[in-house]
């Protein structure tokens, strides 16, 4: 975070070039109010948690005195302060980074009055300001976070632009290296520049030849580009003599520069905890420093204490320094020669090309870039075959069949990166109600003779299908796979699932006729979910006569396509028409009576007219039949659309008594049915009494 405040700070320093305006996109030095002390980066951490009002701002220091190693010479005091559009929202650039790459969070400038700002941070609702801690620690001050105070100074800030022409924020190389009357600097420095004093020029090493104990230099005309590791030759040890212009622009990188540069040296001693360890440990066996021969000339050389910075038994290449890798094999000392001093036309420097290919394929043909022409070959290698693993591979440069100079070789890079590999989900079909069949993909795209095996986790294939799922098509799809040398590259598939036949059969029923149909129902086979109802239909109704009729079954509501309809079939049966034979009687020695009969069972009101033949009624019994009781049998009678159950009667031949001879003399008498039954009692006339066979006084009488 501290890094982040740092950069809010410059911002606030900006803006003091207007009062109530915000800085435009520029360098700067910014200064706060209440202590006038300069904001400079140490170390590339910084954190800021809003919503617990902490924030880890060790990245910020703040220095007294312009005029020092700790301001005008230090590239940590200059700020690149980059605009974002038209708002107040900034990005703070400095040694390498920035507050958006540092902590993801967009800082705001606040304008005061006075042409100070505030430079603060959102996340809703909350918002704290930067603010630097006035205590005279040591020679320098720290930075916090607080709500906003209308009156407190620590929270303002001046944004000062840098120019060469201005002797109170100019930015000036305090040379340290002095050989007879010219003064060096070896640096390193996040910002274009081009010199704005007289008599200063900046060089980088080409080439080191241990064998010869030189280090071949080469003069930068014009401008040198940002992050670019330089030996700067000073008019004089003073910063303002050694005055630069600094710019944003976009420069070409130096090609074949064999110095090292590094931007910070914040050793674990001199930080707030381990997070802001920031520095690079010097090793006498393979770095070498700018400075005096032990012949008093301009070199390379194992570092004296006094170039170093030292922390316990640690040692430390200085910040902004530019320094030289050497093998271990190297000399204590490399001598600096121009390239004319180490032989013209005797060193070539060789650039390989950088490429990139993916994973299985075949190396491209390497390519070179030379700062000279020479006979002969340079032999390009790199150690990268079809099946090296993702990753970056050096493309060397050796001599090969050069004659007559040497090769410098600058190794490029070739970048392998991941092949695309297809994954495809097969596509797949069944039939509705069944299971899914298994998922597959297919790949393309393998190298190598590869095969899915080499996945470090195979994907998933997944559908929105169920075994209860409509006809139709649904996606199937592929996901989470991952391999070290391919990137996944996933098809969808498709699952059909397909209708089933489905037969729907009307279910057969039968009834008498006369009678209401029943209520029609069909069974179902086949492989299909019928989605819908069937329409069942019978032409017959209760009129309609004894015969065979089709339950039709249709469509209906049905959805299903491959359906096949059977129809049922309505069987109208005889209703059945009960005959009785009324029962009658007569005395004995008399004619048969004429024989009733009585019908039940008619349907939609019908009588016997519908007969196609009448029943008759017969009886064994004649005029010389003696008293008794003679079935009276139906029988012979035909229709259409009845069948006859018959039920007999009884011819009742009763013997030849009067009334009176029954009655005889008794006043009064009971009357008895034939069963037993006592139906009157001491009656004196059997008038009143419905025709019909009775027993008085133990004989059998008949009333007509």
């Known amino acids: ?210 064998a010869k104990g030189v280090a071949v230099y080469d003069e930068i005309t014009g401008n040198v580009p940002r992050a670019t590791p330089v030996i700067v030759k000073c008019s004089s040890n003073q910063p303002t003599n050694n005055r630069l212009d600094i710019f944003m622009a976009s420069l070409p990188a130096i090609s074949g520069n064999q110095l090292t540069g590094i931007y910070f040296c914040n050793t674990p001693q001199e930080a707030s905890g381990n997070k802001h360890v920031d520095c690079v440990e010097y090793d006498e066996k393979t770095m070498r420093v700018l400075g005096k021969t032990s012949s008093g000339e301009l ?133 509705e109600g069944t299971d899914n069949p298994a998922l597959t993909v297919t790949y393309t795209g393998f190298k190598n003779g590869e095969t899915d095996a080499v996945l470090e986790t195979k994907p998933t294939v997944t559908t929105t299908a169920t075994k209860t799922s409509a006809p139709g098509t649904y996606p199937i799809t592929v996901s989470g796979g991952s391999a070290k040398n391919y990137v996944l590259n996933y098809i969808n598939g498709t699952l059909t699932v397909t209708e089933g036949q489905l037969t729907l059969t009307a279910k057969s029923y039968s009834r008498e006729y006369g009678e209401p149909n029943p209520a029609f129902g069909f069974d179902q086979s086949g492989t299909s979910t019928l989605r819908g109802t069937p329409e069942i239909t019978c032409s017959a109704t209760k009129t309609s006569p004894v015969g065979t009729y089709d339950i039709v079954i249709s469509k209906g509501s049905v959805e299903n396509k491959n359906v096949t309809y059977v129809n049922g079939t309505l069987t109208i049966t005889k209703a059945q028409l009960t005959v009785t034979a009324n029962d009658a009687y007569r005395f004995e020695g008399e004619p048969n009576p004429v024989f009733t009969l009585s019908y039940s069972g008619w349907k939609n009101g019908e009588d016997e007219s519908v007969l196609t033949k009448k029943p008759v009624a017969t009886t064994t019994a004649d005029e010389n039949s003696g008293p008794d009781v003679y079935d009276i049998v139906v029988s012979g009678g035909e229709a259409t659309n009845y069948y006859f159950k018959y039920v007999n009667g009884a011819l009742t031949v009763i013997e030849k008594d009067g009334i009176e001879d029954v009655i005889g003399n008794a006043a009064t008498f009971n009357v008895y049915s034939v069963s037993g039954q006592k139906l009157r009692s001491n009656v004196t006339s059997l008038k009143g009494l419905p025709a019909g066979i009775y027993v008085v006084n133990g004989k059998k009488i008949i009333v007509k």
């Open 299 to 431: 070199g390379f050389i194992k570092a004296p204490d006094s170039a170093l910075y030292i922390e316990g038994k640690k040692k430390y290449i200085p910040a902004n320094s530019a320094f030289l890798k050497v093998d271990a094999s190297a000399p204590a000392e490399l001598k600096l020669v121009s390239k004319d001093e180490y032989g013209p036309g005797s060193v070539i420097t060789i650039t390989a090309r950088s490429y990139s290919r993916a994973y299985g394929d075949a190396n491209p043909t390497f390519e070179y870039d030379a700062d000279g022409t020479f006979t002969g070959v340079p032999e390009l290698k790199c150690e990268a075959t079809a099946t090296s693993p993702v990753g970056t591979y050096p493309i060397t440069v050796s001599q090969g069949t050069v004659t007559g100079a040497t090769v410098n070789g600058i190794a490029g890079v070739l970048t392998i990166t991941k092949a695309p590999l297809n994954v495809k989900a097969d596509d797949k079909t069944r039939l």
């Open 1 to 210: 975070m501290k890094k982040l405040f740092l950069l809010g700070t410059m911002v606030f320093a900006v803006s003091v070039l207007y009062a109530q305006t915000y800085p435009e996109s520029g360098y700067y030095r910014v200064q706060n109010v209440k202590s006038s002390r300069y904001v400079t980066i140490i170390d590339s951490f910084g954190e800021l948690k809003i919503n617990n009002a902490d924030a880890d701002l060790g990245a910020l220091r703040t220095f007294p005195n312009f005029n020092s190693d700790k301001v005008v010479s230090n590239p940590g005091s200059v700020i690149y302060v980059e605009r974002m559009g038209t708002s107040d929202k900034y990005d703070l650039q400095a040694q390498g980074t920035g507050a958006m790459k540092l902590v993801q969070h967009v800082l705001q400038l606040k304008p005061f009055s006075d042409g100070t700002f505030g430079a603060f941070a959102t996340l809703s609702p909350l918002t704290k300001y930067l603010y630097e801690y006035t205590s005279d620690f040591g020679d320098y001050g720290e930075f916090g976070i607080s709500d906003y105070s209308a009156m407190d100074k620590r929270q303002r800030f001046k944004a000062l632009p840098i120019s060469s022409s201005d002797d109170s924020n100019y930015f000036g190389i305090a040379a340290n290296v002095q050989i007879g009357s010219d003064w060096y600097k070896a640096m390193y420095a996040d910002f274009n520049f081009k010199f704005a004093s007289s008599g200063m020029a900046a060089y980088y090493v080409t080439k080191v030849d241990a």
